[in-house]
């Protein structure tokens, strides 16, 4: 039974414009959230976070929102780069440590 | 730089056999953790870590067991491999007071095919 998911296996979209990742969670618990980014043959790596307390977080082009009451949260990137195109998770966790991972979302970015 | 490091990038083993995947860190993390990636399915828990010695199981511990005899390494065995353990398989370590910042630090993987 997942706890993380993220119904859209794959998205496209041109270089410069917006790329909206979701992701919705089951457990109420969960109170802090990541999304991690992952090239081919490489362990996934941390890009961004956000706690219960906040909806949300920015860091450069990259901004999570949380919706805790629609248990959903989303990742922007504005303008998306070709250098984005990657495998994005997103990770839940109701404690400090101990995440669920969502089954991830390929994204291509097209020059 | 921070660094996990997963002994072998590529494992066949044939079914029945025991197989170690071993995983070392050199942050000095209090966690650590072993994830497998399956396609659709996205990363789930195996097995985890917070101190030498302690071990939890995660979502999917059946077939698996771990081993942490030194806080920097983290050993997953597998005590007869089947052709569904055919996978991915990741290790990850975190620190808590840096978690909400760093998030876990993974290694690059180990694809492991059971023939």
């Known amino acids: 039974d997942q706890q993380v998911k993220q119904n859209s296996p794959s998205l496209s979209v041109q270089e410069g414009r917006i790329s909206i990742l979701n992701c919705d969670y089951t457990?109420?618990?969960?109170?802090?959230f990541l999304w991690y980014k992952k090239y081919p043959a490489e362990g996934p790596t941390f890009l961004i976070s956000?706690?219960?307390?906040?909806d949300k977080n920015e860091d450069g082009r990259f901004t999570v929102f949380l919706n805790k009451s629609a248990k959903h949260l989303s990742l922007h990137i504005v303008p998306s780069q070709p250098g984005d195109s990657a495998v994005y998770f997103c990770?839940?966790?109701?404690?400090?440590?101990?995440?669920?991972f969502g089954a991830g979302t390929r994204l291509t970015v097209k020059p | 730089d921070v660094k996990v490091t997963q002994s072998s990038r590529y494992l066949v083993k044939r079914t029945g056999e025991k197989v170690f995947l071993e995983c070392v860190q050199d942050m000095d993390h209090e966690n650590m953790f072993w994830y497998r990636q399956d396609p659709g399915l996205g990363l789930r828990l195996i097995y985890f870590s917070y101190d030498v010695k302690m071990k939890e199981k995660g979502d999917i511990p059946e077939g698996y067991s771990v081993s942490r005899e030194k806080k920097e390494r983290f050993s997953l065995i597998l005590e007869s491999a089947s052709t569904n353990q055919t996978s991915m398989y990741l290790c990850a370590s975190s620190l808590d007071e840096q978690f909400l910042n760093y998030g876990y630090t993974f290694g690059s993987g180990t694809r492991l095919t059971v023939v």
């Open positions: 956000i706690s219960s307390i906040k």
């Open positions: 457990n109420s618990m969960f109170d802090y």
């Open positions: 990770a839940a966790s109701a404690r400090d440590n101990d995440m669920r």
